[in-house]
């Protein structure tokens, strides 16, 4: 069918998320909500898009049964023109979840879609359309680009506790209109499981919403495709997905705590104790529940660029499938190193021949924080020795020094995982590696979980820590605050980049204006 003129990137119509948030939470996985026409597949879990650019993007939905995926897009919320797309057949397979990719979108506009599901033996029987809205990349630079950030949702037990609204971090992101999420990992914790009620130190009762998917690790494939489903449980996620698209990765706990490729666990609640097993079906249902673009190509990978027109470009890291296995840290050759070489040589060719104003690079790991795994091993890149690049700290290096050759301009890392808020700036003459142009690191998280104190600095690259936020003691309940989300707002006219670290209710907490053109800041 034909286009219709878009209206302006800037023309949200908000019927689309009031009907996306209508949705009620169902009472049990695969229950149908009230509206939905009898004996036709229903999409109680919602919509959500991923991977969108200039003129694409792929838009998610799970069934309730066997059904056909249609969506539909148009210039309005009306539909009086719509194009259609003809999705997957969704079933058993894929847990009933399927995704269809939209392409020759107008760029910078805002696009509404809605997604039906039709009986695959009569096309004429279809359920309840769920609609969502989202904007394409604008090729104007006029327009700006501003995302927000975050990750861990629903770690250590805390999960979805409807006495404080769940999720509500959600809505508070959503009330900045950002174009896209940046998930930093930690999407689920398959490792984590959520029991009815937690005992606060106050004295009161935390209570979570629980499924028997929750109830014990995951192990099996259904165990982690019931950890992704658990989320979507959330009225505010639901309706967040309806009307910003994400760009996801993942770290640990998507399969288990501090994993690695190789490694065996010891840890008495799993039968399972190959974690390459766990992690395949880790990833697999991690393909099924968000859209991600490079997971649908043969030998698809979480690392990728996402392009958002002439100022900004998305690197997006995968720190945890090509690692080689945690230890102290020591070494001095380690080629492997945390991002396998494979991916080392992607991410430099491509930042050398981006032309984006800015170039975020999403890592799921901090750079210069020491996360321990256990007593002697470490968990991330720096391990505690202020000395000379030794272990995974050699490829950053190596990428620090690829950057400053090459004279690349516009590098800042956001990334999530240690579960506080803070502000790193990296400075060559503080280091002991300098051959590297000053840099900033921002952090932010949890978005649902257990808060922590701040992590140890690593004096190798030469960190000064600006701000922070974080408890002074471990596991804080997100009924005690200390929930973070992180905003990017670049300027289509003077091109600088703003980011504010902000707490659960959208309250600014840190600032700071980035001026574009430089290789170091």
């Not at 036709?40 to 069934?63: E, F, I, K, M, Y």
């Not at 797309?85 to 879609?113: A, C, K, M, N, V």
């Not at 809505?171 to 209109?177: E, G, I, Q, S, W």
Request: charged share 25%.
């Amino acid at each position: 069918m034909s286009h219709s003129p878009f209206p302006r990137r800037r023309s949200v119509l908000r019927g689309t998320l009031a009907a996306s948030a209508a949705l009620s939470l169902p009472t049990a996985l695969g229950a149908a909500p009230a509206f939905a026409r009898s004996g036709r597949p229903n999409a109680a879990w919602g919509v959500q898009t991923g991977d969108v650019t200039a003129d694409s993007g792929l838009v998610w939905v799970r069934s309730d049964r066997p059904a056909r995926m249609v969506v539909e897009t148009s210039a309005t919320e009306s539909f009086r023109n719509p194009r259609r797309w003809h999705g997957p057949l969704l079933g058993p397979g894929t847990d009933f979840t399927g995704t269809t990719r939209l392409r020759g979108l107008p760029s910078g506009e805002q696009i509404h879609y809605r997604v039906l599901l039709a009986d695959p033996d009569d096309p004429r029987r279809t359920g309840e359309p769920v609609t969502g809205t989202f904007r394409t990349a604008s090729g104007r630079r006029r327009d700006g680009v501003r995302f927000v950030w975050s990750g861990d949702l629903a770690g250590q037990g805390w999960g979805i506790n409807p006495e404080l609204g769940g999720y509500t971090i959600y809505n508070a992101m959503a009330a900045l209109d950002p174009d896209f999420f940046l998930c930093s990992g930690d999407t689920v914790y398959a490792d984590g499981p959520i029991g009815e009620t937690v005992a606060l130190p106050d004295g009161r009762t935390w209570r979570n919403i629980t499924t028997e998917e929750k109830s014990k690790v995951a192990e099996t494939l259904a165990e982690f495709r019931g950890n992704f489903r658990y989320n979507l449980l959330d009225a505010n996620l639901r309706a967040f997905n309806a009307r910003v698209p994400s760009v996801v990765q993942w770290d640990d706990h998507e399969v288990t705590n501090n994993w690695y490729p190789g490694e065996i666990l010891t840890d008495g609640r799993y039968i399972e104790k190959r974690v390459d097993v766990l992690a395949a079906r880790a990833r697999r249902a991690f393909s099924e529940y968000f859209p991600v673009s490079t997971l649908r190509r043969p030998g698809g990978r979480v690392h990728r660029v996402l392009r958002h027109g002439p100022l900004l470009d998305v690197f997006v890291l995968d720190m945890r499938t090509y690692r080689n296995a945690n230890s102290p840290g020591d070494q001095a050759v380690d080629d492997q190193g945390i991002l396998g070489r494979e991916q080392l040589e992607w991410l430099k060719r491509e930042l050398s021949r981006s032309r984006a104003v800015w170039k975020v690079i999403a890592s799921d790991m901090p750079i210069g924080l020491v996360v321990p795994d256990g007593a002697t091993a470490v968990e991330a890149v720096a391990q505690g020795d202020p000395g000379r690049p030794l272990g995974r700290e050699l490829q950053i290096a190596e990428l620090l020094r690829h950057i400053k050759h090459r004279r690349i301009t516009g590098t800042v890392w956001l990334t999530a995982d240690v579960h506080h808020t803070s502000a790193q700036h990296y400075l060559p003459s503080r280091a002991a590696f300098t051959d590297f142009e000053p840099f900033w690191e921002f952090v932010s998280g949890p978005l649902n979980a257990g808060a922590f104190p701040a992590s140890a600095l690593d004096g190798t690259f030469g960190p000064d820590r600006v701000f922070v936020k974080a408890p002074a003691t471990g596991n804080v309940s997100p009924a005690g605050g200390y929930q973070f989300f992180g905003e990017v707002a670049i300027d289509g006219h003077s091109g600088e980049l703003t980011v504010r670290l902000r707490e659960q209710d959208g309250a600014v907490l840190f600032t700071k204006v980035l001026q574009p053109g430089r290789v170091g800041q």
